[in-house]
């Protein structure tokens, strides 16, 4: 490209698809030919998507895609299964392009059958929250006709499914005889593999009543499943077990391909928390929520037990009881762990995810103070000794925890807050998170309303920073796109000016997660050498 460059055209800017994904603005397709080692870009695909997760279609003659609108510009498109997006058929012959879907929504990860006569895929509404639960579709590809195997579930009744909440279905995940698909999906605070009947649409779990932990399906071939199974306290391991005959799924043998040790002296277990009624979300009434407590195996007296809170960012994400290697961490150094799946987290139905939105700020907030009181309570950890650790949205309620509850928490750590909505909202890969979390519907052209930021401010940590005395420790990646640092700087510059202690970590090459090597071992460490040192050890 840039020996064609005409002159003047050097400093284009060119839109990329945000978060992870920097240096990405107009993918396209190719096909090697193997033999003569010559790529060509494939033709057809229409010129107002970006094109991806691509398979030749039954016969070769074609390639079957996703296409991800990017009119009038890209939005963040990592962890948002929302992005407008559709299926499409590109005729390698001749050129010519087809829609299989419906092209107003979102869709995700389509996968042939093994009979190459269908093909399956999740689908999300558009533009309304990141991530939420997702209907199973079918497309058949000889009678062109799309069903809907699993619906969207609002409430869970009883011990029943909730619904399927994942971002992309395993690479092989369709039974040998075309009928059934597996996949995993959080239901509540664990992770299960389902199984769906395609013809009837009835979902089975393969791994429900076992021991607690979660699983992720790797894939299936010729029905046998490769799957990690993980708990809290024990390290992922490899299993294998063969896809029993439909009714019969319950009866998986599992073999594990390698046996972890189970970490010594972690306890866990998930607290079921029902909100008080003057908590109650008044249009989506009845919900509740969980939490997952780690604690040490046998602290000399209980009462001496700091406990360490974490609220999981999204917000519509959860915690589920797989291993995690900080709260694991903090488990062995002495402290309880509380990980909070208030309200709006997935697992849970539709409705805990929409009674979210327009009551970022005061709902999730309630819920973690509420579980924080509650566990204290019943378990008799150490009061005055309570922290916070929160990342994004989790971060963004560690801040607001410490201004509306100041008395609870002694430390806090916050990766990569959320600090003030209305001024993210011009600077974000995702604006339109801004303004739907905030409980307004977003449109491409939507230009500020005096209402629409006072509301993001009234919902936002910054408006609380007067009562805020809790020691901060806040951690910033300067590349971040998500949730940019100047973020964090607000914050930082409100509290110094208050003198209350903080110290503010900034990590140069980092973006959203904070996740590289080195960064990851050091905001480690600072955060428990900030909890010893506002905790006592």
């Known amino acids: 490209m840039g020996l064609f460059m005409r002159m003047g055209d050097q400093f284009v800017f060119y839109e990329d698809w945000g978060e992870n994904m920097v240096s990405k603005s107009i993918p396209v397709l190719c096909v090697l030919d193997v033999e ?9 695909v229409p010129e107002n998507v970006s094109p991806g997760q691509a398979f030749w279609a ?15 510009f890209r939005l963040g498109i990592r962890f948002c299964t929302n992005r407008r997006s559709a299926l499409y058929y590109v ?10 879907s419906d092209d107003s929504l979102a869709v995700s990860s389509p996968r042939l059958s093994p009979d190459q006569c269908r093909i399956v895929y999740l689908q999300y509404p558009s533009l309304i929250p990141h991530h939420q639960c997702s209907q199973l579709c079918l497309y058949d590809w000889y009678t062109k006709v799309t069903s809907v195997v699993v619906d969207v579930v609002p409430r869970q009744l009883g011990e029943n499914f909730s619904g399927i909440y994942c971002s ?3 690479l092989g995940c369709w039974s040998a005889d075309s009928q059934r698909v597996v996949f995993d999906s959080a239901q509540r605070s664990r992770q299960d ?7 009837v649409g009835t979902v089975t779990s393969l791994t429900a009543g076992g021991s607690g932990g979660s699983w992720k399906l790797l894939t299936i071939d010729q029905d046998l499943m490769v799957a990690q199974f993980s708990t809290p306290s024990l390290p992922p391991t490899l299993k294998v077990g063969f896809l029993p005959s439909a009714g019969k799924e319950q009866s998986v043998l599992w073999v594990s391909l390698e046996e972890a040790e189970p970490i010594p002296d972690i306890h866990w277990g998930i607290r079921v928390l029902q909100p008080p009624p003057e908590q109650e979300n008044v249009q989506y009434a009845g919900l509740d929520f969980e939490a997952i407590l780690l604690q040490p195996g046998s602290p000399p007296d209980k009462t001496q037990v700091p406990m360490v809170v974490m609220p999981h960012g999204g917000p519509h994400s959860s915690f589920v009881t797989a291993w995690m290697l900080f709260p694991a961490m903090l488990c062995k150094m002495g402290f309880a762990v509380l990980l909070v799946n208030y309200r709006g987290s997935t697992g849970f139905g539709q409705d805990s995810i929409l009674s979210l939105p327009g009551n970022v700020g005061h709902q999730d907030v309630k819920d973690v103070q509420f579980a924080v009181e509650q566990v204290l309570q019943e378990e008799h950890f150490d009061a005055s000794h309570v922290a916070l650790m929160g990342g ?46 905030a409980g307004f519907p977003f449109s491409s052209d939507c230009l500020p309303d005096l209402s629409v930021w006072a509301e993001m401010l009234d919902k936002s940590p910054i408006r609380y920073i007067p009562q805020v005395k809790t020691p901060l420790l806040l951690m910033l990646g300067q590349e ?35 996740s590289e090597v ?18 006592g050890s």
């Open 91 to 100: 005729d390698l012959i001749g050129g010519k392009c087809e829609l299989l």
């Open 193 to 199: 593999l389902f199984a769906v009947d395609t013809q």
């Open 168 to 170: 992309l279905l395993p």
């Open 480 to 514: 971040d796109r998500r949730v940019p640092f100047k973020q964090g700087m607000e914050y930082y510059r409100a509290l110094k000016t208050r003198n209350v202690p903080v110290r503010l970590l900034l990590y140069p090459k980092s973006t959203h997660a904070l």
């Open 392 to 437: 994004s949205h989790g971060g963004f309620i560690s801040c607001h925890l410490i201004g509306q509850y100041p008395e609870t928490y002694r430390a806090c750590v916050a990766r990569n807050p959320v600090i003030n909505i209305a001024s993210m909202l011009g600077s974000t890969d995702i604006p339109d998170w801004c303004v739907v979390e």
């Open 58 to 72: 039954p016969g070769d003659a074609g390639v079957v895609f996703v296409g991800w609108w990017h009119e009038p």
């Open 36 to 44: 003569s080692g010559n790529i060509s870009v494939l033709e057809g």
């Open 518 to 535: 080195e960064v990851e071992s050091d905001s480690f460490m600072n955060a428990v050498l900030w909890l010893r040192t506002h905790l």
